[in-house]
């Protein structure tokens, strides 16, 4: 496989922002931007789980492709799952259409903990190695890689699926703190090796999505979670020094202070935090990615209009803003409103464009 050249898109108006450098244009791109709100997706992506398709290189690199050629993003987002570096070595997880990941036997207490054995990228998830190199080597935008966040895969080990108040996961951090300590590091090195294995095959920068991280008390976050997000960023960022590295959850308000301490160089926002006072939050070190409410695309383009204009403002001229949704996109999204969304931000946004 063609080793992908590092640094390739030093320059790429999404790795500035990253890095909080002037920008010739403000980069926008779409958490899930592929899926279902493309019809090229639900003709190229057959029936079967999606881990099937996970699995199929060629595909994968189709399916990360198409949102990019169609909406002219800045950026592509790896097409996996946060579940998959559990599934491969085994935990018995699938993705339900409609439902999101299910475990068939939940974690339920430190005998449970074995199943949770290290991730061997090359032998686990070639697949990943594989269409990672593919498109590092043919895309013309640079390549966002992933892995879930420890309190978001925690929540479906434990929960076995979709969880509303996240009982048993809040039960066996506060009965089991040495369990959850050590489920927390094993789920770490989970995605520290997955991180590693995409930024080796040619990622240009990564996201690390703890997307319900928002569920707990500041307090709870930073005890129980922030420590191993913290050992993540920081691993990271000694075996793969400058690559730009994301911070996202949902309804994290509270929670963005000490979410800009974990030691990423970017802080996803949902839509609920104007983002004036997002950057408030985070300091004036870190950049801020978003968050228009992906609720305001499924109408009328009017709407949409005026709150990516609200969100362009509030993020204001400084460097540092990476415009996308404060959540992924809606499959019920009509794909014509995110095609002007970015036409729109390309052609208006000023955080921190260089005077010409
Ligand atoms: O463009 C992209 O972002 C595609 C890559 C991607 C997928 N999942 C593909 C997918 C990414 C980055 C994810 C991350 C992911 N997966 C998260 C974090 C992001 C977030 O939304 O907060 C979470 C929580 C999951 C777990 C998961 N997987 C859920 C909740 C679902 C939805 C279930 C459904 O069918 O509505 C999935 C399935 C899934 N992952 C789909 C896609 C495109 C659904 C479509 C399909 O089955 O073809």
């Not at 992506?45 to 999606?50: A, E, F, L, Q, T």
């Not at 595909?59 to 800045?74: K, M």
């Not at 475990?103 to 269409?131: C, I, N």
């Not at 997002?278 to 992906?294: C, K």
């Amino acid at each position: 496989m063609d080793s992908p050249t590092p640094g390739r898109f030093d320059d790429a108006p999404f790795i500035r922002a990253c890095r909080g450098l002037e920008v010739a244009r403000v980069p926008v791109w779409f958490m899930r931007q592929a899926g279902r709100s493309l019809p090229e997706y639900r003709a190229a992506r057959g029936p079967g789980s999606i881990l099937d398709a996970i699995a199929q290189p060629e595909l994968v690199a189709e399916l990360t492709r198409q949102p990019v050629d169609r909406y002219g993003t800045d950026a592509a987002i790896f097409f996996s799952d946060i579940v998959v570096p559990v599934a491969a070595i085994g935990f018995g997880v699938d993705v339900a259409p409609g439902t999101g990941p299910v475990v068939a036997e939940p974690f339920r207490s430190k005998d449970d903990l074995h199943r949770l054995r290290p991730l061997e990228p090359e032998l686990d998830t070639p697949y990943v190695v594989e269409a990672v190199g593919i498109l590092a080597g043919s895309l013309s935008v640079p390549l966002i890689g992933f892995a879930g966040g420890p309190f978001t895969v925690a929540s479906y080990l434990i929960e076995g699926g979709p969880s509303k108040n996240f009982a048993r996961v809040k039960a066996l951090m506060h009965e089991e703190p040495a369990v959850w300590h050590e489920l927390m590091e094993r789920l770490v090195d989970l995605a520290l090796a997955s991180l590693r294995s995409q930024l080796d095959a040619g990622a240009a920068a990564v996201q690390l999505f703890d997307s319900w991280a928002g569920i707990l008390t500041p307090h709870h976050y930073e005890a129980l979670v922030l420590p191993a997000t913290r050992r993540l960023f920081a691993e990271l960022a000694q075996s793969h020094p400058d690559v730009p590295t994301i911070l996202f959850g949902v309804g994290t308000g509270e929670l963005l202070a000490l979410m800009a301490t974990a030691g990423s160089t970017v802080v996803g926002v949902d839509w609920r935090v104007p983002l004036d006072q997002a950057r408030r939050r985070v300091g004036p070190d870190l950049a801020v990615q978003g968050n228009l409410d992906p609720a305001l695309c499924l109408g009328s383009w009017e709407v949409a209009r005026a709150e990516t204009r609200e969100v362009l403002a509030l993020a204001g001229t400084r460097p540092g803003h990476i415009f996308n949704l404060g959540h992924g996109v809606l499959p019920e999204t009509d794909p014509a409103i995110l095609e002007q969304v970015v036409e729109l931000v390309h052609a208006e946004g000023r955080a921190g464009v260089a005077a010409s």
